[in-house]
């Protein structure tokens, strides 16, 4: 149904009508749209342009509607333009011309703005909430690998021994931060858009404000033309979704290459890898890939919004219809990526004989000889030359670290004794770093269940705002 025509002398071309329809992918703000035009029945109602009687039919129609869009016995049709259209027209089935009324004081273009913004609260909460569940997978492989000695690489090279749990939860505290940011996003948008109408706000919506916390809003915005303008939200909400993209794919990555034959850390679990075609005996990381893989195009549906918002004039321009494809892309990407990656966690199989049995090659203890040196007050610079001597004496003799003779040592530097032996192993390594960030296993399950409290308040958080919201977004 065309919610405007009449000034018009032609119909539009097919060609037009076509490249205008947004309602194949608009139609998933309709529960939302409902509940946004029951709040401005509220407002019609109040203000008299609606009586109590005319609002009260509306008020049965929009539920009957959202009962049948529920039970998909009300969708769109062809000729519906948009969700707002086809929302109208199904208000009109339901109440004849009165129907019409619910359009008074709006316009789509605050509509529109105002759905998608309660779509996007609704979302982001749940991907937070997967987050959460992600985070729990890897810090309880933490808890259970705390003991476990790998080696820790800084590029791509064997650098220092570490805790093996703390080499798993670096991502859990990412990961924090993405659920943190989601928060942060909801505090500062929480304004409401609706009863800027067109662009000049409405005679017939006296209020915004009230409405504004009716929905669940803190507030509403204090600029019209700003109000319908805005998608700094939905800019925002593509960089928090490109964020957490990029670190899924940095644990993707990650255990594509334990997986591998040389590393051997994890067997990832037959529920979450595939086959090959050809080879037989093929078992590929494919969820691993994809969330690495996926992470191009959440950065590109960023990228394609910001560039629709360059230059753009304010007020509503058609450009904006733009704005929802590369948000609900990102939104369902996440969905369905994030349950995949907290299973591939969870169900993930690590190798504690190949995770250690490397922690001290390539003399990853070279640190220990420098930080005994400086101990001793041999000045860093000096010691770091010393632990690179001892190095260089050992590859050329073939021998590892705590394998080279005491004379020797006393010959590279005089303040080498034998009490370096003792510190010359990974657990003492790891053991000794036991600052609230070091690698020692108490301080990494410290941090772990520090981490765990804290994600607890976000949860809690998260419900706080499910129930401000409540009635306009699921709970
Ligand atoms: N389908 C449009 C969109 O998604 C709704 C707003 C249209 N407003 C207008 N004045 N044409 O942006």
New binding site residues.
């Given amino acids: 149904m065309a919610l405007?025509g009449g000034r018009f002398k032609a119909q539009a071309d097919d060609s037009m009508r076509e490249l205008?329809r947004?309602?194949h992918f608009?139609w998933r703000l309709a529960p939302y749209e409902i509940e946004v035009n029951l709040v401005h029945l509220e407002n019609l109602i109040e203000i008299g342009v609606l009586s109590k009687g005319d609002g009260a039919i509306l008020k049965k129609g929009l539920n009957d509607l959202a009962k049948k869009i529920g039970e998909g016995s009300f969708s769109y049709i062809e000729s519906d333009?948009?969700?707002?259209s086809a929302i109208e027209r199904g208000l009109i089935g339901e109440c004849g011309a009165l129907g019409g009324s619910i359009r008074a004081g709006r316009?789509?273009?605050d509509?529109?703005?105002t759905d998608?913004k309660l779509y996007l609260i609704d979302h982001l909460l749940e991907i937070a909430s997967m987050l959460k569940e992600l985070i729990g997978a890897l810090n309880s492989q933490g808890i259970t690998h705390l003991n476990i000695i790998a080696p820790g690489f800084t590029h791509t090279q064997h650098a220092q021994p570490i805790s093996f749990a703390q080499e798993l939860t670096k991502h859990s505290f990412s990961l924090a931060r993405d659920i943190e940011r989601i928060l942060d996003w909801q505090r500062r948008n929480s304004l409401s858009p609706f009863g800027a109408g067109?662009l000049a706000g409405s005679p017939l919506q006296p209020t915004p404000e009230v409405s504004a916390k009716q929905m669940g809003f803190n507030g509403a915005h204090k600029n019209s033309i700003d109000a319908v303008s805005d998608r700094d939200f939905a800019a925002e909400a593509l960089f928090i979704m490109a964020m957490i993209g990029v670190h899924l794919s940095r644990i993707g990555e990650e255990f594509v290459l334990w997986s591998s034959t040389e590393f051997n850390f994890v067997e990832i679990s037959d529920a979450f890898s595939t086959g090959s075609s050809i080879m037989p005996q093929k078992k590929n990381a494919d969820a691993a890939e994809l969330a690495r893989g996926k992470s191009g195009r959440f950065i590109g549906n960023l990228t394609t919004l910001l560039v629709v918002l360059k230059a753009l004039p304010f007020a509503?321009n058609?450009d904006?219809?733009?704005?929802?494809e590369p948000v609900f892309d990102s939104i369902d990407q996440l969905l369905m990526l994030l349950p995949a990656v907290t299973g591939m966690v969870q169900s993930a199989t690590f190798i504690p004989q190949s995770i250690s049995s490397g922690a001290a090659a390539g003399f990853t203890l070279a640190t220990e000889i420098a930080d005994y040196l400086a101990k001793k007050g041999v000045p860093f610079a000096e010691a770091h030359e010393v632990a690179g001597k001892c190095v260089q004496y050992c590859e050329s003799n073939g021998l590892e670290l705590d394998q080279i003779a005491e004379d020797a040592l006393l010959k590279i530097h005089p303040k080498l004794g034998r009490d370096l032996y003792q510190l010359l192993n990974v657990e003492a390594a790891v053991g000794s770093r036991k600052s609230i960030m070091g690698t020692s296993p108490k301080s990494v399950e410290m941090a772990i269940k520090h981490l765990d409290k804290e994600v607890d308040a976000f949860a809690k958080e998260i419900s706080r705002i499910r129930t401000a919201f409540s009635g306009m977004i699921s709970q």
């Fill in positions: 405007w205008s947004s309602v608009d333009e948009d969700v707002h316009s789509r273009n509509l529109v703005v998608f067109a509503y058609r904006l219809q733009e704005d929802k």
